[in-house]
């Protein structure tokens, strides 16, 4: 089954406890992204992937990380989490950046 | 920056119609979408429009778009309980080359 697989679904850590949220895709699409959603502002891109080794920052990348090293891959790494990045992550690949987006499940963090 | 307004909230009745709209302000786009979100879920890919058509109808599904007004809208015909959900309009972006997302209308349809 064609799928995006994030973890994990919830999450609550302290603030400055490095983290990772892992993204997997099994469709050998070549765009991957990270978005996170806030209560009346949609869905923000913190990062994207055009192929492997090669990453963009996007709308809001402050406080992200992210790597590429395999195409199904694409972690998102948060160094020193802070209250302001409590939220609901999502990872999306694609063909291409234009073509349907592959949600997850979405990741809820909460940082305290 | 680019911008992508939806209203936050709609109620119908089972059976009616539903018009969900939203406004764009990057004259480039040459993709639009319409995402729904159900509770505890990602997003799904509803249907999609190209710049160069105003209309496209899948089954239920009626996407119209004014490229002069920067006006997309989502008709669902004859609305149902399982159409309960946050559907989000999105236009791609030439130059980040990245989805730009509404804040999500969330449609309630009533028994």
């Known amino acids: 089954e064609a799928q995006v697989t994030q973890n994990p679904r919830y999450l609550i850590t302290v603030t400055g406890k490095k983290l990772t949220v892992t993204c997997s895709q099994n469709?050998?699409?070549?765009?991957m992204s990270w978005y996170r959603q806030d209560p009346g502002l949609g869905l923000r891109q913190i990062y994207y992937?055009?192929?492997?080794?090669?990453?963009d920052k996007g709308d809001v990348p402050e406080g992200y990380k992210v790597s590429r090293k395999e195409k199904r891959n694409f972690p998102l790494i948060l160094e020193s989490p802070s209250p302001n990045q409590t939220s609901l992550y999502f990872c999306?690949?694609?063909?291409?950046?234009?073509?349907?987006?592959?949600f997850g499940q979405g990741t809820r963090l909460t940082v305290v | 920056g680019e911008d992508v307004e939806q209203s936050l909230f709609l109620s119908v009745r089972e059976g009616d119609s539903s018009v969900i709209n939203c406004t764009y302000t990057?004259?480039?786009?040459?993709?639009l979408y319409w995402y729904k979100q159900e509770p505890g879920a990602g997003l799904q890919l509803l249907t999609y429009?190209?710049?160069?058509?105003d209309m496209k109808q899948d089954q239920r599904l009626t996407v119209l778009l004014n490229k002069k007004d920067k006006h997309l809208s989502l008709r669902i015909a004859d609305t149902q309980t399982g159409d309960s959900a946050i559907y989000f309009c999105?236009?791609?972006?030439?130059?980040?080359?990245?989805?730009?997302f509404g804040s999500g209308t969330r449609l309630q349809v009533q028994p």
């Open positions: 992937s055009m192929n492997v080794e090669v990453t």
């Open positions: 990057d004259s480039s786009s040459t993709y």
């Open positions: 429009i190209f710049s160069n058509m």
């Open positions: 999105a236009e791609y972006d030439t130059g980040r080359r990245a989805l730009t």
């Open positions: 469709m050998n699409h070549e765009y």
């Open positions: 999306a690949s694609s063909l291409g950046s234009t073509t349907e987006a592959f």
